[in-house]
């Protein structure tokens, strides 16, 4: 059986995780039914087919798919330009529980990338299109997989954090403790214990914040929030890094590895954030339950 509500030529296969990339991509066409993503309704117009190119080539299980051949290589829009600063890569990995990857263009016309998609040779050369990719930023141990062999593909740094150290052990630079640092010109590491043990999150320019992991915004509940049930280190050391951090933050976009990306005006995300930090003190430790997530 595959993913489709009506019959229609797009449908999700069976090999679909639920990991809900087609659903931030095409939250309009592809729905959560029976803890699996499916299409629901068919395009209607250019935009949305071009909507469900973009899943196609996002999607870490290659799931969702067009009957009668594969989709056109030509129609891969990726990287997928956010604004004139930030660009969405796509083509997420199954090795990273298929996080999102970014690239983050600074003055002057390098990148950086943080966290990776899935690596090919033809993906690394799309990436280095708009300019060298200076820097691979790893959020935490579960989005390292790709992170050395783009690095060593572009010339690049590779960090990571002393906490998740064990997962990419030949990085070239390890953040440590819990104070800010400086990566480069307008971008700050934030180290944000909780979901991992060397989570962190990257700030750029005071408006585009890189939540890794620790918080997403959630389409469901239409606010910031934490996914409790896969926070794998500690809930309570995340409540304690989100209050000694989020004082410190500014920013504008909100762009994690899972669950829906978010731009609000920055007083607004402020509120937002010192809402979650107040909710995650009344946070207790909860078994690990995929199917508690709601996105």
């Known amino acids: 059986m595959d993913g489709t509500a009506d019959g229609g ?8 995780t639920n990991c809900d990339v087609a659903r931030q991509l095409a939250p309009e066409l592809i729905e959560e039914i029976g803890r699996r993503s499916e299409v629901v309704r068919q395009p209607r117009d250019a935009a ?14 290659r799931s969702v798919r067009r009957r009668g051949g594969r989709v056109a290589a030509e129609r891969d829009p990726f990287p997928l330009r956010l604004d ?19 690239l983050l263009r600074r003055p002057g016309g390098t ?11 033809p993906l690394a050369a799309r990436f280095e299109a708009d300019g060298p990719v200076t820097d691979v930023l790893l959020t935490h141990r579960d989005h390292a997989a790709h992170g050395r062999r783009y690095a060593d593909r572009f010339g690049a740094r590779l960090w990571i954090h002393e906490g998740d150290l ?32 060397g ?11 890189f939540s890794g992991d ?41 762009l994690p590895g899972h669950g829906d990306r ?11 954030l010192r809402e979650l930090t107040d909710r995650a003190q009344r946070m207790e430790p909860r078994p690990v339950d995929f199917t508690a997530l709601r996105w």
Do not use: K
Not at 9 to 16: E, K, L
Not at 186 to 194: F, K
Not at 199 to 209: F, G, I, K, M, P
């Open 111 to 121: 990148q950086l990338m943080i966290d990776t998609p899935r690596f090919a040779e």
């Open 84 to 102: 004139d600063t930030v660009s969405l890569c796509g083509h997420n990995s199954p090795h990273t529980a298929g996080a999102n990857a970014y």
């Open 48 to 61: 949305e087919e071009r909507q469900l190119h973009a899943v196609a080539f996002a999607c870490p299980t």
């Open 199 to 209: 989570s962190v999150l990257y700030v750029a320019d005071e408006r585009y914040c």
């Open 9 to 16: 030529d797009w449908y999700v296969d069976g090999r679909c």
């Open 214 to 254: 620790s918080f997403f915004w959630s389409r469901t509940t239409r606010d910031l929030e934490i996914a409790e049930s896969v926070t794998w280190y500690s809930v309570t050391e995340l409540a304690a890094s989100l209050a000694r951090t989020a004082g410190r933050l500014r920013f504008s976009w909100l």
């Open 166 to 197: 064990d997962a990419s052990p030949d990085a070239d630079r390890v953040l440590r403790g819990t104070d800010p640092v400086t990566v480069a010109d307008g971008v700050v590491a934030h180290p944000l214990p909780g979901h991992t043990r």
């Open 262 to 272: 978010r731009h609000l005006p920055e007083a607004e995300m402020a509120r937002r």
